[in-house]
């Protein structure tokens, strides 16, 4: 089935310690999104990648790391700079940029801070 | 800058009545509108949305918007709610020339719902 794999689901990280959450497409689509969300908080965009070797830095990006070597993988960097990383995360992938294009999700991963 | 606004941080209806989730946005142009659902610890799945003709847009598991330009609203609605509707509602518009590149979404920070027996 076509779609969009975040692993783990459930992560505990020291403090201090970098950790990195996976995100797997295989919708083929060009667009690449990690989202952050916090009860009451709604969705906040931590960086978005619209092709393979680029990316863009969203709200929050302090404190995050991406890369975009393959169309169908974008993994997020939690690293120690980030102070409160305790946080449900999102992926996304879309077709392509543009206004009106319809993003799709993974199931998120949580992250706790120990 | 475009915005989202669910001014229902939480409903409670009873199974079998009809819903109504309001969303307002603040946008530019013409806007691109989605709803979503999140059920807990799950990611967002798509209802609806959107982008141009008819006003009234049909989505999945029974439910409908209606863009209102005049009132700046997208408010989604369900003639008979069923049990497994609670979840969180997230109205979301496309945002344009985002961070220098179109096709990012604002959210709204959700409402939930919940199902009384």
């Known amino acids: 089935d076509g779609g969009i794999t975040q692993s783990p689901k459930y992560l505990f990280r020291k403090e201090g310690q970098n950790v990195t959450l996976s995100c797997e497409q295989n919708?083929?689509?060009?667009?690449m999104y990690w989202y952050r969300q916090d009860p009451g908080q709604g969705l906040r965009l931590i960086y978005y990648?619209?092709?393979?070797?680029?990316?863009q830095k969203g709200d929050i990006a302090e404190g995050y790391s991406v890369s975009r070597e393959k169309k169908e993988s974008f993994p997020l960097t939690v690293t120690s700079a980030q102070k409160n990383p305790t946080a449900f995360y999102l992926c996304?992938?879309?077709?392509?940029?543009?206004?009106?294009?319809?993003?799709?999700f993974g199931e998120g991963s949580w992250l706790t801070v120990v | 800058a475009q915005s989202v606004t669910q001014p229902d941080i939480h409903i409670t209806v009873s199974e079998g009545a009809s819903l109504e989730l309001r969303c307002n946005y603040s946008?530019?142009?013409?806007?691109?509108l989605f709803w979503y659902v999140q059920s807990p610890g799950q990611g967002l799945q798509l209802l609806l949305k959107?982008?141009?003709?008819?006003?009234l847009v049909q989505g999945i598991k029974g439910f409908e918007a209606e863009f209102k330009r005049s009132q700046s609203s997208f408010n989604l609605r369900k003639p008979s709610v069923h049990w497994s509707d609670a979840a969180e509602y997230f109205c979301?518009?496309?945002?344009?020339?985002?961070?220098?590149?179109?096709?990012?979404?604002?959210f709204g920070k959700g409402t939930k719902l919940s199902v009384k027996p």
């Open positions: 996304a992938s879309s077709p392509r940029t543009g206004t009106g294009n319809t993003i799709y």
């Open positions: 919708l083929n689509h060009d667009a």
């Open positions: 990648s619209q092709i393979v070797n680029d990316f």
């Open positions: 946008y530019g142009a013409t806007p691109y």
């Open positions: 959107y982008f141009s003709g008819d006003t």
């Open positions: 979301a518009v496309g945002a344009m020339g985002y961070g220098g590149s179109q096709g990012n979404l604002i």
